[in-house]
RNA sequence: GCCCCCGUAGCUCAACUGGAUAGAGCACCGGCCUUCUAAGCCGGGGGUUGCUGGUUCGAGUCCAGCCGGGGGCACCA
């Protein structure tokens, strides 16, 4: 019914010709703000009245006609409503058949039915492996894993990436600091301090008389078998692939060194006071960037060459990087350096993740990694646990600063809203364990053929935030908005919650209507499960 | 100085890229467990969407300029 409204609106459009000039307020079929202005609401009419001057209310009267005369008994009524609204009113017999749908989808319903899907690879987490990770490196994992969830569900082939920052001098300095505590030496200025370096100084033999290189290489294989740990115990997806900055650096020529030459070949780069320059103005850079230093030395940009030359050559259709605030300022010569190696820049998506702020006692409070003060991701997550700090993390948007107040979010961890939908869930359970496997397994069969009995309006708002599903989770897909479904998820289990509060289930009036219930209870307890997988929360029995 | 993000209820945040009376969760006040899970339900108070203009049928949303917060502007990683 919708496919035949929405196609019915194009075809008005179209009719209405010349296309919408400027591209901007394209008409639209949604769920109106309000149960009384209908179960879809168009805003056609506003839109086409001007090209067919008529008043909107007049072109929304012959459209309502119109419609009604091809959905028949699947349309109520229609009302036309404030400056020329069309709302819709669907039929009970519509909504049952509508949720017959959604059962025979099963656990596919809202799945993308790419095929075959693009190759997307998301790049996420990526800290540097000299340290913990932070509550920053938590909301960047909790966001990247959930979108990888999102894009695998939509249809698209996801490779999970994270990038390992093992070259430079950062590995050297990390070694010092090692080295010089396994002496009983103070750490080197600009080095690393804190508990974990001194653990580390006692888990490498001979830390006190190796060179710190060998130092630093063997503490961060150590690292990264740490965020391994703490990730899987986050709940993050395994990794595809563990990209490490030194293997650019390998071999003869290394990757770094051709990705250059071919930026040479291109006529990108030139020499200017000993340095190899990238012309990356040419792309839109706001200045030239520096690849190689008049000491010799690669800068790191010169990596990010190389790995994005690489991201490049192993064919993906997507490149999707999930980045700190603190790196925004490297989008646009990231972007120059795509477009210089003869990229598309629209296929490579720089996501920039804006910052957790702690906060103690109600004020900010600083997270310095040098004075070892920080809260780690372990730490979240045994203070209030995985679910709680995902949910946490993930209901807001990647672009808004997040402020984080450790004691608040301990004493609260109880009022979570991420408890309120799991607890819808295994009350679903509950209920469908009262009304029996078979009656249960059974659902959906045949919804259509019961209960001629009105729907309650628990009932029919249900249903409809059932149908809504693909088209949110769509959106929130193609926005990189994991909070939305956090945001939808919430309202399905206030939605169903209400329902359960109106509607008996088991013991309702007749056999008919129990039926069709318990067929709603279990679309809703597959949605829900749905939501919460895709926000890495798990969707408990019991509670 | 230049660039990017943000400013919405006491607090934390939404608002389907321009739609109808700006919504949730916490917190606060009052009520509800003989009935499928009370981690719940019902009712209530709470707003000039930072400010000023502009664009139009219509602006939290788009444009300009201010104010305030954060981040970034390396031959660092």
């Known amino acids: 019914m919708l496919q035949a409204a929405a196609t019915l609106l194009r075809v008005a459009e179209g009719d209405a010709a010349p296309p919408p000039a400027g591209g901007r307020g394209g008409i639209t079929l949604e769920r109106p703000p309000r149960a009384d202005f209908g179960d879809y609401s168009t805003n056609a009419a506003l839109l086409l009245a001007p090209r067919l001057s008529a008043s909107p209310r007049e072109v929304a009267e012959r459209l309502g006609a119109q419609l009604a005369g091809d959905l028949g008994a699947s349309l109520q009524r229609f009302e036309v409503a ?17 949720l017959g749908g959604v059962l025979a989808a099963g656990d596919a319903y809202g799945a993308g039915g790419r095929e075959p899907g693009e190759r997307v690879m998301v790049e996420f987490v990526s800290a540097n ?22 894009l695998e569900f939509a249809g698209e082939r996801v490779e999970r990436e994270y990038y390992v920052n093992d070259a430079g001098s950062q590995v050297r300095t990390f070694g010092e600091s090692i080295r010089a505590l396994a002496r009983g030496e103070r750490a080197p200025e600009n080095g690393y301090q804190g508990d974990y370096i001194a653990d580390l100084a006692a888990r490498i033999a001979d830390a006190a008389t190796s060179d710190p290189a060998d130092v630093g290489r063997a503490a961060v294989a150590m690292m990264v078998g740490e965020i391994q740990r703490s990730l899987t115990a986050f709940g993050v997806k395994e990794f595809d692939y563990w990209a490490y900055e030194s293997a650019l650096h390998e071999g003869q020529p290394s990757l770094v060194d051709r990705a250059l030459a071919r930026l040479a070949e291109l006529g990108h780069t030139y020499m200017q006071d000993g340095a190899l320059w990238l012309r990356s103005t040419t792309f839109g850079d706001d200045k030239d960037r520096v690849l190689v230093r008049s000491s010799g030395e690669f800068t790191y940009l010169a990596s990010d060459v190389a790995y994005h030359e690489e991201k490049r050559e192993r064919g993906f259709d997507r490149l999707v990087d999930v980045w700190g605030a603190d790196h925004h300022g490297y989008v646009l010569r990231l972007k120059a350096v795509y477009a210089a190696l003869g990229g598309d820049p629209d296929d490579l998506e720089l996501l920039i993740m804006q910052l957790v702020h702690l906060v103690r006692s109600g004020e900010r409070a600083q997270m ?60 679903i359970l509950s209920v469908l364990a009262k009304a029996g496997e078979d009656r249960a397994s059974a659902a959906g069969e045949d919804p259509a053929g019961v209960a001629d009995q009105e729907l309650h309006p628990s009932e029919r708002a249900l249903i409809k935030q059932l149908l809504d599903f693909p088209v949110e989770l769509a959106s929130a897909t193609a926005r990189r908005a994991p909070h939305r479904i956090a945001a939808y998820a919430l309202e399905l289990a206030q939605g169903f919650t209400a329902f359960y509060r109106d509607c008996r289930v088991v013991g309702a009036e007749s056999e008919a209507i129990e039926s069709q219930r318990i067929a709603l209870c279990v679309a809703s307890r597959r949605t829900i499960a749905r939501c919460l997988d895709l926000l890495g929360v798990s969707a408990p029995e019991h509670m």
Request: proline content about 4%; aromatic content about 10%; overall charge negative.
């Open 129 to 150: 492996p000299t340290g913990p990770m932070h509550v920053g490196h938590a909301r960047n994992a909790a966001y990247g894993d959930a979108l990888a969830r999102m």
């Open 368 to 427: 310095s990694k040098r004075a070892g003060e920080f809260v780690t991701l372990d730490d979240l997550v045994s203070e209030i646990g995985v679910d709680a700090a995902r949910w946490y993390l993930l209901a807001r948007s990647h672009d808004t600063t997040v402020d984080l107040d450790l004691d608040l979010a301990r004493s609260q961890s109880a009022e979570n809203p991420v408890y309120y939908v799991q607890y819808a869930h295994a009350r």
């Open 82 to 98: 404030g400056p020329g609204f069309l709302n819709l009113f669907l039929a009970d017999g519509w909504l049952r058949t509508a």
